[in-house]
Antibody, heavy 121, light 106 residues
Framework: QVTLKESGPGILQPSQTLSLTCTFS??????????VAWIRQPSGKGLEWLAN???????YYNPSLKNRLTISRDTSNNQAFLKITNVDTADTATYYC?????????????WGQGVMVTVSS | DIQMTQSPPVLSASVGDRVTLSCKAS??????LDWYQQKHGEAPKLLIY???NLQTGIPSRFSGSGSGTDYTLTISSLQPEDVATYYC????????FGGGTKLELK
């Protein structure tokens, strides 16, 4: 059974660094075709893909945010991480991690419940 | 960057209606498109991958089609539990979600 769960600070101040953790089970990020993606959604708005990391440690970032994002993983503990530097109120959103599966096509087949992050002074 | 435009933004339909949601890409995405359903307060759920492949466990009333720049998600007979926002997502070049179509009951 595949599960993912996000964790984060809840609230932080502008200019700080947001650190998010995705703890997953039921698959390994060392297995061919497996990846984890981060996606966010401001309240009442649409989805925005942020970054993903793959079984071979390849990493991809949303070009509009690339300079502020860092994705990483800990395969031993089944975790993936996302850091966003220099946050502001526009980064207030629910952040999801999702399993990104590649078998010639890409899709997010399992999602976490999401974690709300508020940026406020 | 590839832009994904979904239409209409809001769709009202009755139970039993055949419903078609549209997603248009700014350039050819070679069928590299998925559809996700998001009910209020929940995480998104994969419905369709690679244009027309039904994810395991998804009812057969959902189907996808398209090619090039134009794609559709069809619900053959709308059910009350289908009220949700639907997002298309391309991965042909980069990764981009459409803005969503909110499906309501009339």
């Amino acid at each position: 059974q595949v599960t993912l769960k996000e964790s984060g600070p809840g609230i932080l101040q502008p200019s700080q660094t947001l650190s998010l953790t995705c703890t997953f089970s039921g698959f390994s990020l060392s297995t061919y075709g497996m990846g984890v993606a981060w996606i966010r959604q401001p309240s009442g708005k649409g989805l925005e893909w942020l970054a993903n990391i793959w079984w071979d440690d390849d990493k991809y970032y949303n070009p509009s945010l690339k300079n502020r994002l860092t994705i990483s993983r800990d395969t031993s503990n089944n975790q993936a991480f996302l850091k966003i530097t220099n946050v502001d109120t526009a980064d207030t959103a629910t952040y999801y991690c999702a399993r990104n599966y590649y078998d010639g096509t890409y899709y997010f087949d399992y999602w976490g419940q999401g974690v709300m992050v508020t940026v406020s002074s | 960057d590839i832009q994904m435009t979904q239409s209409p933004p809001v769709l009202s339909a009755s139970v039993g209606d055949r419903v078609t949601l549209s997603c248009k890409a700014s350039q050819n995405i070679n069928k590299n498109l998925d559809w996700y359903q998001q009910k209020h307060g929940e995480a998104p759920k994969l419905l369709i991958y690679y244009t027309n492949n039904l994810q395991t466990g998804i009812p057969s009333r959902f189907s996808g089609s398209g090619s090039g720049t134009d794609y559709t998600l069809t619900i053959s007979s709308l059910q009350p539990e289908d009220v949700a926002t639907y997002y298309c997502y391309q991965y042909n070049s980069g990764w981009t979600f459409g803005g969503g179509t909110k499906l309501e009951l009339k």
